[in-house]
């Protein structure tokens, strides 16, 4: 067991301690004493709902009421304090940078809260031929002397409120050729509508001398359609190439899996006096006479391929060679070695090392085997958590409905 899986399973046990502390605080809140007491909620948080039930002496059970709680009432002095702030901060904050009373260009920032949301603010101008009602100056209705204005101001503090009034000065903003077209433009289609007796109205060809030319924006929707295309042949290409990555790495183990077997029949075959070639062709058409038990798995696989390959005149050596090539496994490496120094040498300790071999082997799918059965243990851990909290809520639930709040 590697050291990811340790940690991987110590989480998975922590979560479990801290939903189990979970359900038992909310099981000790309900078997606690009935709640009495209710906590307002602090002046500019609006007022609150709670959820109870009421048990009344027979008259009514479990019954489902609201409570409207109010917001705590605020003192003279702090409304006082908070209104204070208020304004201190609207006479800094609601001018853009560089502009001031006496010179306003620029949008004004009417905020709806202020002192950290104690005092709301209603804004009132009296002008509004010149400036909108968000606080937007009407440069084409600006005097180029300036425009004197009003903004009045409503504060609100709880139950609490108090007036005042800001007297400003706009002028109009220099505006760049693009910004000047632009806003020229919303003041001709804006006219332009209004005079229009009809559901349709012109848009403007010239702007102070200047053409314009009107088309409507592409959709792209080629470009959309090609670019989903490409994301979608992305993702198929990284599931096939993701289930490819699976496939082999099932097919690995599957070669593992069968190693231990194949070399335990070498070792019985080698044994009994046959020679390497004929040992590789028992062990093959046994796999093809029992396809359903052997021929189907990928280690007997090959080793029908290498058994053709060698009735179809490749030599031993060049075919047991091919079988490590195609493999591509350190044990079958390890295995095919074996074989050919054996040809080569004619070496009499063949069975032995494959009787060692065979030991490794089985070790090899020892190992393999804690390995699924840790996998399959860490993936039921999911389910199992799903079930509990299943159950956890069967058990609990009709003792939680039962209890008083």
């Not at 709640?35 to 059970?61: M, P």
């Not at 007036?163 to 400003?168: I, P």
């Not at 696989?301 to 195609?326: C, Y």
């Amino acid at each position: 067991m590697n050291k990811s899986k340790i940690d991987k399973k110590k989480l998975m046990i922590i979560c479990i301690i801290f939903a189990l502390f979970g359900l038992a605080a909310d099981i000790i809140g309900f078997l606690g004493k009935d709640n009495l007491i209710l906590k307002k909620n602090k002046s500019g948080e609006g007022q609150k709902i709670v959820h109870v039930k009421i048990d009344a002496d027979g008259v009514v059970k479990n019954y489902d009421y609201d409570i409207k709680i109010r917001e705590s009432l605020i003192t003279a002095k702090q409304a006082a304090k908070f209104l204070k702030q208020a304004k201190k901060e609207i006479s800094s904050q609601i001018f853009a940078k560089g502009d001031n009373v006496n010179h306003v260009t620029k949008k004004l920032q009417l905020k709806e809260k202020w002192a950290d949301g104690m005092v709301a603010a209603e804004w009132y101008f009296d002008r509004y031929d010149v400036i909108t009602p968000a606080g937007k100056p009407i440069f084409n209705k600006i005097s180029k002397k300036g425009s004197k204005v009003n903004l009045h101001i409503n504060l609100i503090c709880g139950q609490y409120s108090d007036k005042t009034t800001l007297k400003m000065i706009l002028y109009r903003k220099k505006l760049s050729k693009k910004e000047n077209l632009i806003y020229e433009l919303d003041s001709k289609i804006a006219n332009n509508q209004i005079n229009s007796q009809t559901q349709y109205f012109n848009l403007p060809q010239r702007i102070d001398g200047v053409e314009v030319k009107w088309k409507k924006k592409s959709k792209f929707y080629f470009v959309k359609i090609l670019f989903f295309s490409f994301i979608v042949m992305i993702l198929l290409k990284l599931s096939e190439l993701e289930e490819m990555k699976n496939k082999e790495k099932m097919r690995q183990m599957q070669l593992r899996i069968d190693y231990s077997q194949i070399v335990s029949k070498f070792v019985i075959l080698i044994g009994a006096g046959m020679s390497i070639s004929s040992c590789l062709h028992r062990i093959a058409e046994n796999a093809k006479n029992n396809n359903e038990e052997l021929g189907n798995k990928e280690g007997y696989k090959q080793l029908i391929i290498t058994s053709n390959e060698i009735k179809d005149g490749i030599s031993d050596r060049i075919a047991i060679q091919k079988l490590a090539e195609r493999v591509k496994i350190p044990e079958y490496r390890r295995f095919s070695r074996l074989l050919i120094q054996n040809m080569q040498k004619g070496s009499t300790s063949l069975a032995k090392s494959l009787e060692e071999e065979m030991y490794k082997s089985f070790e090899i799918r020892k190992n393999l085997a804690k390995k699924l059965g840790e996998e399959a243990s860490t993936k039921l851990l999911g389910p199992m958590m799903i079930m509990f909290g299943i159950v956890m809520a069967v058990v609990i639930a009709p003792a939680i409905f039962t209890f008083h709040i």
